[in-house]
Nanobody
Framework: QVQLVESGGGLVQVGGSLRLSCAAS????????MGWFRQAPGKEREFVGV????????YEADSVKGRFTISRDNAKNTVYLQMNSLKPEDTAVYYC??????????????????????WGQGTQVTVSS
């Protein structure tokens, strides 16, 4: 089992940047696939991106591709979401999620919330215009 704690959210102006962090408990962080999702008020939870167990590959949603970058540091048990060129529509609660055993051959398939077993509590990101 793994526990996840997000941090780094806040209020930022349009075009600004934020870096979210997700710290994981336990000693086997590298055995978890890590994803980021977001949820705006009244909307379903939306896939943002995913990074492989080793960190060697990452996949982002089209809505954030080129602006957001996922990375991880397995030595620090932490996954990051660097968000640049922020837009008002990026306003949401951002969640990190973890999955242990692989289900698919490619990480680009892990885009649904039910593909993940563990979730953090979320961190609010608000982009003001």
């Amino acid at each position: 089992q793994v526990q996840l704690v997000e941090s780094g959210g806040g209020l930022v102006q349009v075009g600004g940047s934020l870096r979210l962090s997700c710290a994981a408990s336990g000693r086997t962080f590298s055995s978890y696939l890590m994803g980021w999702f977001r949820q705006a008020p009244g909307k379903e939870r939306e896939f943002v991106g995913v990074i492989s167990w080793s960190g060697g590959s990452a996949y982002e949603a089209d809505s954030v591709k080129g602006r957001f970058t996922i990375s991880r540091d397995n030595a620090k048990n932490t996954v990051y979401l660097q968000m640049n060129s922020l837009k008002p529509e990026d306003t949401a609660v951002y969640y990190c999620a973890a999955r242990g055993a692989p289900m698919f051959s490619g990480i680009d398939h892990y885009t649904r919330p039910d593909h993940y077993n563990y979730w953090g509590q979320g961190t609010q990101v608000t982009v003001s215009s």
